[in-house]
């Protein structure tokens, strides 16, 4: 356990700068994560000092931009645009309802938060929407599959109708 003030950015920022200076680790091939982007940007500002201007080529950022930064750059290989956004669960819970109002789903019947976690296992199994349709088993499947297909279609072609 590392609390707060134990030194753990202290002893990351001068093992970068051994790897760096001492080991010849290219600096762009080094990645530090930290939990917040106040560390992170306080985390470059120290590296910065010990290493110079060499440390902008390093990925020091959270977690969530660096995996930002990945598909951003990796995006191209499923044809979808480099300037996606990335919904947070209000967004993604706002959708959702929109696509069950336009699909007539009753509320009552279809909770979006119950079609949100069945889409969201689908997802956590790699199952797409063609495959969720195929597999629906039930009325209340096929229904939660159809606004699986509908929430896909439109996250990807960016027609969120009424959204923001």
């Not at 920022?13 to 992170?40: D, E, M, W």
């Not at 985390?43 to 990945?70: E, Q």
């Not at 669960?89 to 909770?111: G, N, T």
């Not at 096929?142 to 699986?148: G, H, R």
Request: glycine share 6%; hydrophobic share 40%; proline share 2%.
């Amino acid at each position: 356990m590392a609390g707060a003030g134990s030194g753990k950015t202290r002893v990351l920022t001068r093992r970068i700068c051994y790897l760096v200076s001492q080991r010849r680790v290219h600096p762009g091939s080094i990645l530090a994560i930290t939990f917040t982007n106040k560390a992170a940007a306080e985390m470059r500002g120290r590296v910065m000092d010990l290493v110079g201007n060499r440390a902008k080529l390093m990925w020091v950022s959270t977690f969530h931009s660096a995996c930002v930064r990945i598909l951003r750059s990796e995006i191209g290989r499923f044809n979808m645009s480099r300037t996606f956004s990335i919904y947070d669960d209000a967004d993604s819970k706002r959708l959702m309802q929109l696509v069950a109002h336009d699909l007539d789903l009753d509320p009552k019947r279809f909770p979006v938060r119950a079609i949100m976690n069945w889409v969201s296992h689908c997802k956590n199994e790699l199952v797409d929407h063609e495959s969720a349709a195929s597999r629906a088993r039930s009325p209340l499947e096929e229904s939660y599959a159809e606004a699986y297909r509908e929430y896909q279609r439109r996250l990807i072609s960016g027609q969120c109708a009424g959204f923001r």
